[in-house]
């Protein structure tokens, strides 16, 4: 039971991070991120142009990959330690729970290169079709749909834009 709470923990700070991590990149004080996270906007995918073919359009430190992983890893130890210490937890759960934080804080920085793919070979699911119209207006309205993996933090604080309240990029 309390491997299955902390995994399920996991998941979700790792995607409230990925909110946070995203919405911080929108915000000028973030410096190099903003910087870069705005020339994945406005240069690379901006609002008519949401796809590439073959291969993902890298803006440095926009990308999920560079940015997100080392908050993954810090949160990831921040949970070992708290679960280890606060629950008694044997070291095992608690690296489990690490595990899962890597493994989602990497599969977010993958799908939300994926969805700028037009021929990414996720796109053959459903899922990830509709996770990729859920993100297009986030392309063109950008203080909406932060979320990349699940969007009920967008619910919560109100910036959720379902995708046929704004026109979508290319397909």
Same mark, same amino acid.
């Given at each position: 039971? !309390? ?12 995607s409230?991070?990925?909110?946070? !991590?995203?919405?911080? /990149? ?11 996270? /705005? ?10 142009? &949401? ?9 440095? &430190? ?8 080392? @908050?993954?890893v ?7 330690? !708290? ?29 939300? =290169?994926?969805?700028?793919?037009? =021929?990414?070979?996720?796109?053959? @699911? ?7 119209? !859920?993100?297009?207006?986030h ?14 933090? =967008?619910?919560? @604080? ?14």
């Open positions: 039971m !309390i491997a299955a709470v902390g995994f399920l923990l996991a998941v979700a700070l790792v409230l991070s990925g909110y946070g !991590i995203h919405w911080m /990149m929108h915000q000028p004080w973030s410096g190099p991120f903003y910087h870069s996270h /705005m020339e994945h906007h406005q240069v690379h995918y901006p609002a008519g142009d &949401l796809y590439s073919a073959g291969e993902y359009r890298s803006s440095g &430190l926009a990308t999920g990959w560079l940015t997100f992983t080392p @908050f993954v810090l949160i990831g130890l921040g949970i070992l330690a !708290i679960l280890s210490l606060a629950l008694h937890l044997d070291l095992s759960v608690s690296a489990t729970v690490v595990g899962v934080v890597a493994i989602v804080g990497w599969a977010h920085g993958y799908v939300h =290169d994926a969805f700028h793919v037009s =021929d990414h070979w996720l796109g053959r @699911f459903a899922w990830f079709r509709n996770l990729r119209l !859920i993100h297009e207006p392309h063109i309205d950008m203080s909406k749909n932060l979320g990349i993996l699940w969007f009920g933090w =967008d619910r919560l @604080f109100r910036t959720f834009k379902r995708p046929d309240e704004h026109e979508t990029g290319d397909s």
